[in-house]
């Protein structure tokens, strides 16, 4: 009979429940012993353990007791105790797990995450066995644990550049509180590159855009402000802004988007000929 013990009655509970639920248990009992311990035992075949046990405590660990993993690691190795905080960085670090943030160099999508915690079981569980859970997390999950901070770093630094980019946006904000808009509406075109229009589609050329571009701005924000278009697009300040596009997910356009707020009015690149061409 195999025996795992847990330092929390809870947590022993939830493997049971866990396992006790799973269909097509391959002829492995599942009981609760002693508090604190779940019991499994595999039919006189033997093969039970490998074909329904091992499998189901990998997706237990993977779907059930990662995110505590994930948010030790947070708190215990980068110091971050806050706990909504935690929750951002453990939803960024689950986005670059699921590869959705294919932008971060080095780190690919953790899709081995279960094979690699059925590897460890597999030369670890034996059929008489008596084992502590968190000891066997520790000891032999030590790969998928690194795997882990890994992820958890990655998610860290993506956590302060986006807090970094909240602020900056929120500064352009406040700034445009105070302008006063020099144009009362600015079309942008965009397509490779952004150019700047008036109101009666004429281009803006980077002269002009220098000119008008606030010196004091940039001199407070000298790495985050792109010169050639949101410096002089916030100096400017214009009430309206007509942004013709077929990229909406475009960075720039997002940006401006979010510092514009309900200024910005998006329309798709053809609409920038069909009005221009409407003006004498």
């Known amino acids: 009979m195999l025996e795992i013990f847990f330092e929390s009655e809870k947590d022993a509970h939830s493997l049971y429940l866990w396992l006790h639920s799973r269909p097509n248990k391959a002829g492995v009992s599942v009981r609760q012993g002693k508090p604190g311990y779940v019991e499994a035992?595999?039919?006189?075949?033997?093969?039970?353990f490998q074909i329904f046990l091992i499998p189901a405590l990998a997706e237990y660990i993977a779907e059930k007791v990662e995110n505590s993993f994930i948010v030790s690691i947070i708190q215990n190795q980068f110091y971050f105790t806050d706990e909504d905080e935690q929750q951002q960085i453990l939803s960024i670090a689950?986005?670059?797990?699921?590869?959705?943030?294919?932008?971060?160099?080095?780190?690919?999508?953790?899709?081995?995450?279960k094979a690699c915690i059925e590897e460890a079981l597999t030369h670890f569980i034996k059929p008489e066995l008596s084992f502590s859970f968190e000891s066997f997390i520790l000891f032999r999950l030590h790969d998928y644990?690194?795997?882990?901070?890994?992820?958890?770093?990655?998610?860290?630094e993506e956590y302060k550049l986006e807090q970094e980019y909240q602020n900056f946006?929120?500064?352009?904000?406040d700034y445009l509180l105070q302008k006063h808009s020099i144009l009362p509406e600015i079309h942008v075109f965009h397509r490779r590159h952004f150019l700047l229009f008036t109101e009666d589609y004429s281009?803006?050329?980077?002269?002009?855009?220098?000119?008008?571009?606030?010196?004091?701005?940039?001199?407070?924000?000298?790495?985050y402000i792109d010169t050639a278009l949101l410096a002089p697009l916030v100096s400017?300040?214009?009430?309206?802004i007509f942004l013709y596009t077929d990229e909406p997910?475009?960075?720039?356009?997002?940006?401006?988007?979010?510092?514009?707020?309900?200024?910005v009015i998006l329309h798709p690149e053809v609409l920038f000929y069909l009005n221009s061409k409407k003006i004498p």
């Open 94 to 113: 689950h986005s670059i797990m699921e590869g959705e943030r294919t932008e971060i160099p080095n780190l690919q999508k953790f899709s081995d995450k």
């Open 236 to 240: 400017i300040a214009p009430k309206r």
């Open 249 to 263: 997910d475009h960075g720039m356009v997002q940006t401006i988007q979010n510092v514009f707020q309900e200024r």
């Open 203 to 223: 281009e803006l050329t980077d002269s002009e855009l220098r000119r008008m571009t606030d010196k004091a701005l940039l001199f407070h924000h000298p790495v």
């Open 145 to 156: 644990l690194k795997r882990l901070s890994k992820y958890a770093e990655a998610a860290i």
């Open 41 to 48: 035992e595999q039919d006189q075949e033997g093969q039970g």
């Open 169 to 173: 946006i929120q500064v352009l904000r």
